[in-house]
Each structure stands twice: as structure tokens, then as C-alpha cells.
């Protein structure tokens, strides 16, 4: 990534993997359409690609990484950085308390 321009189409293609991706694993999308097609799939193979996260941003970010990158080796790796990115943002946005039945004992 040599110039401004192409930091903003990765920034842009990043925020659009993370957002896509986040809405068909935890979103119902209008008119419940992405709860419908999660419910639809099941336990198929694209019933568990849509549980999670990290899975389907690896195949989520695939065409993004055309928009971000010039070249097969460049785009193979803004492919995983898209990945990674948006694997980053969704942890970052969705901080979980993780219970810890030892909470009290560490006091």
C-alpha cells in the first residue's frame, strides 16, 4: 500500500467485510431476512458458516480484497488482513463478560 488512496479503499473495504459480516452472523437484517436464512440453513454447512464470525469473514472479505489490491500476492495478503481486521473490530464491539466462578475467591 504505496499511496493515501490506497489506505482509504482498505479502510473502506474493512469497515464493509466487518459490517456484512456482522450482519449476517448477528443480526435479524430487515424484515428478518438474515434470522430467516440462519434458521433456513440450519446445521448445514452454511447454517455453521453463519454462526461464526471469524469463519465467514474469511469468506466475506474475498471480493473486498479486489477493491483494496493490485496483484495476486498483494491481494492474498489484504485477504487476511480483511480477515484479521474485522476479526479485531468484532472482538473490540462486542466485549462479553466471561463468567468466572472464582470471581469472589479473588478478592
Known amino acids: 500500500m504505496r499511496d493515501a488512496n490506497q489506505w482509504f479503499r482498505f479502510t473502506v473495504a474493512l469497515l464493509a467485510v466487518w459490517r456484512i459480516t456482522h450482519l449476517l452472523t448477528a443480526e435479524d437484517g430487515p424484515w ?34 479486489f477493491y483494496a489490491a ?3 500476492e498483494d491481494r492474498m495478503a489484504v485477504w487476511l488482513a480483511l480477515s484479521g481486521g474485522a476479526s479485531l473490530l468484532y472482538r473490540i464491539t462486542n466485549r462479553v463478560e466471561e463468567f468466572d466462578p472464582f470471581a469472589e475467591q479473588k478478592r
Do not use: E
Open 70 to 72: 493490485a496483484g495476486t
Open 32 to 65: 428478518n431476512i438474515i434470522a430467516w436464512l440462519r434458521r433456513k440453513t440450519g446445521s448445514s454447512i452454511l447454517g455453521n458458516l453463519l454462526d461464526c464470525f471469524y469463519c465467514l469473514s474469511i469468506w466475506t472479505s474475498i471480493p473486498f480484497c
